[in-house]
């Protein structure tokens, strides 16, 4: 959770770690009714420290694992926490600053889940960085990955080395961090900055972007998703009365295509995510405190489940 606070006249944006109350927790059993009733406190455990390093601009959990690793950016330093036992206080673990000209600033992160959960990618400015947590060190760099500052990153949960990133030059770009040289594809859809971009947890061809268009898009970006054919059927899967016709089996693979465009906000769209619980619903947040839930059309659902 972020919050600022003012120190010599300037504001700083912080971090803190929170529990949410049992009776919030995954697995409990009061309905929503019967929690509506209640207002239930969050706990503070600890603040991740950062008034040494300036404004924080993104804090990740580690994917997997006990919970207890944590990377902030603030400013233009990328920080490792080590939650101590009951998370009651955050420890430094490790570091890394960025190297350059003028006054360099983290605008983005993200938490690879592949490879041990020990890569990184940031964004600064017009470029996209890639980090090794175990060494702090740079691994790969991407310096002009848009024409204007980079918004958002996600990684492709099923594909190990794809990165979605977005930006303020209206375009979604999709890379594989083994060449860097170009984008393996590119979206324009949008008409103003992209603020958010998410990969369906499950489905990694559902590709959610909101903007400040005011927009949400729902894309299916099938040829560079884990299943780029589909769904395929073995003619011996066919029964001996079943007869495959001729254009059935040259049909081509399904082509990338925007499934849907919602248009049920008034203000730039700052936020866009999918359901932990159910990878057909998905949220977006604007600018005007909007939240809307919506789902994946029906007939898309079938068509990659059947």
């Known amino acids: 959770m972020y919050s600022r606070k003012a120190s010599d006249s300037k504001v700083l944006t912080c971090a803190a ?5 049992k009776e919030l927790e995954p697995g409990s059993h009061e309905s929503p009714d019967d929690s509506s009733s209640t207002a239930h406190t969050l706990e503070l455990l600890c603040h991740l420290d950062n008034t040494a390093h300036g404004s924080m601009a993104c804090v990740a959990w580690e994917p997997t694992g006990d919970g207890k690793k944590v990377i902030s950016l603030a400013d233009n330093h990328i920080l ?3 939650l101590q036992e009951s998370s009651s206080q955050a420890v430094l673990a490790s570091s890394a600053s960025l190297e350059g000209k003028g006054q360099l600033k983290f605008t983005s992160g993200r938490w690879s889940p592949h490879h041990n959960c020990t890569q990184v990618a940031t964004a600064n400015d017009t470029a996209v960085r890639g980090w090794d947590t175990r060494s702090m060190s740079q691994i790969y760099c991407i310096e002009n990955a848009h024409g204007q500052l980079v918004r958002d ?7 190990q080395y794809y990165l979605a990133s977005c930006g303020d030059d209206c375009k979604v770009k999709f890379w594989d961090t083994r060449n860097v040289t170009e984008p393996v594809k590119t979206l324009e859809e949008h ?3 992209v603020w958010s971009v998410r990969y369906n947890h499950s489905h990694d061809q559902l590709v959610l972007t909101g903007s400040s268009d005011s927009r949400v898009i729902l894309s ?4 560079i998703s884990s299943e780029p054919f589909g ?4 003619d011996d899967d066919l029964s001996d009365q079943e007869e495959r016709r001729p254009e059935e089996k040259s049909q081509e693979p399904p082509q990338d295509s925007v499934i849907a465009t919602y248009e049920e906000h008034e203000d ?11 990878p057909w619903l998905f949220a977006s947040l604007s600018y005007d405190g909007r939240l809307v839930i ?5 007939a898309l659902k079938y068509h990659i489940l059947l």
């Open 17 to 21: 770690v929170w529990r949410m109350p």
């Open 153 to 159: 990153l996600d990684f492709n949960p099923n594909k």
């Open 80 to 82: 490792l926490w080590d």
């Open 268 to 278: 730039s769209v700052y936020a866009v995510d999918w359901s932990s619980a159910d």
């Open 231 to 234: 769904h395929l059927v073995d």
């Open 220 to 223: 299916n970006m099938v040829s």
């Open 294 to 298: 919506n789902r994946v059309p029906r």
């Open 191 to 193: 008409s103003h900055w």
